[in-house]
């Protein structure tokens, strides 16, 4: 861990005291120099960051240190010496100029990141997370405090930490969500993990603000883990019920459907509108009503599952305008982007919903629910669709 940790410390060195100093000395050494000598320290702060951009400590060390003879006041020529001892590993060294630093305030960042790392040396994962919290919060991008967020996301006391600092709701948070390129599943798997602790601290970012995080666990083959991950941060879920809105209660309530939601593909054929029981039926809520004018079977809708292996019953109402069961509503079940599943005998019961029994594969992590109208039959209502599994 702390060798992991002041390698964060020591890649942000150069960068982010550069990112501080005077635009003039930025430009060149030479001008670096040039400038007047009450403003000179600026200008050895600027080479001091060049050199250790480099990797080259012992010019780093003589830069920074003639910086702190000109200016002795400013916290940034302390931190840079703190780094360049760091390049030399030199930790006692680079310990002694970070505690002087340090007295001058937490404004400079490889400080914030140094402590930051001798906290997660010392197993203060809270301590850890409060420094880097500071980071981010002056510069959510700040790439070595990300890199420090990966660092803490390995341990559960550090997972458990990040969700603290997080429920504060700081300006880091959306990009927590979102800024996922470049992360492996088990990093991904980490994250889903903190976003469902901010849940059970009662934070709830909605179910647009976490579905960046649900489609790449979805990309990496993580279905079972960004269903979790999406029913715990999207209020409008429903629970644990198998499929999502099997009712079809939220039905046209959706400005953008999420990527656990139905989808319809559309198709000219097929007409299709929501529609509500009356009030004193016994079947209340809402049904889709479908029909077709298609030669041949056409999908209504679908949605993603992440059922384990096992086996499964399907069960679904689809009524005519009579009232009564209507066959033309057919259901298909496959592992996700891959093969079929084989559907048991459909059956009826009367006035009671269809039935069907499925079984889910080993290795088939991922599955699609989908429903097709057949041709040569009237319209249809469907709803009541859920999918329990058989013990």
Not at 96 to 119: D, I, K, M, N
Not at 157 to 186: M, Y
Request: glycine share 10%.
């Amino acid at each position: 861990m702390r060798i992991a940790a002041i390698v964060v410390a020591l890649g942000f060195a150069a960068a982010a005291v550069t990112s501080t100093i005077d635009r003039l000395s930025e430009r060149s050494a030479a001008l670096a120099q040039a400038v007047p000598t009450p403003f000179r320290a600026q200008g050895w702060r600027t080479l001091a960051a060049q050199a250790l951009a480099q990797h080259h400590a012992p010019g780093a060390l003589l830069q920074a240190r003639a910086a702190v003879a000109h200016d002795p006041g400013d916290w940034r020529g302390a931190a840079l010496i703190g780094a360049a001892h760091l390049e030399q590993k030199d930790f006692a060294g680079a310990d002694a100029a970070y505690r002087v630093s340090a007295r001058f305030g937490w404004r400079e960042p490889t400080t914030q990141l140094y402590w930051a790392a001798r906290s997660l040396d010392a197993g203060d994962v809270r301590l850890a997370s409060k420094r880097i919290d500071a980071l981010l919060r002056q510069d959510p991008r700040m790439a070595q405090g990300t890199q420090a967020i990966a660092v803490l996301e390995v341990s559960p006391a550090g997972r458990a930490a990040l969700a603290e600092r997080l429920s504060a709701r700081p300006e880091w948070l959306p990009l927590f969500l979102t800024d996922l390129a470049g992360l492996d599943g088990t990093r991904l798997e980490r994250r889903a993990i903190v976003a469902q602790a901010l849940a059970a601290r009662g934070v709830s970012v909605g179910c647009v603000g976490i579905g960046s995080l649900v489609t790449a666990l979805l990309s990496a083959n993580l279905p079972r883990q960004a269903l979790d991950l999406w029913r715990s941060q999207c209020p409008t879920a429903g629970g644990n019920a198998v499929p999502v809105d099997g009712g079809l209660h939220r039905l046209g309530d959706l400005a953008t459907p999420g990527p656990f939601d139905w989808t319809f593909p559309g198709d000219s054929d097929v007409t299709t509108g929501i529609g509500s029981f009356p009030a004193r039926s016994p079947r209340g809520g809402k049904y889709l009503g479908v029909s077709s004018t298609a030669p041949v079977a056409k999908p209504v809708m679908s949605q993603r599952l992440a059922l384990t292996p096992g086996r499964y019953r399907l069960a679904w109402s689809a009524i005519d305008e009579q009232g009564n069961p209507s066959s033309p509503i057919r259901p298909g079940v496959a592992c996700f982007l891959a093969d079929n599943l084989a559907l048991g005998k459909v059956s009826v019961s009367k006035g009671g919903p269809f039935t069907a029994t499925f079984a889910v594969p080993a290795g088939c992590t991922s599955q699609s629910l989908s429903f097709s109208i057949i041709p040569g039959a009237g319209a249809a209502a469907l709803t009541d669709i859920t999918v329990k599994s058989i013990r």
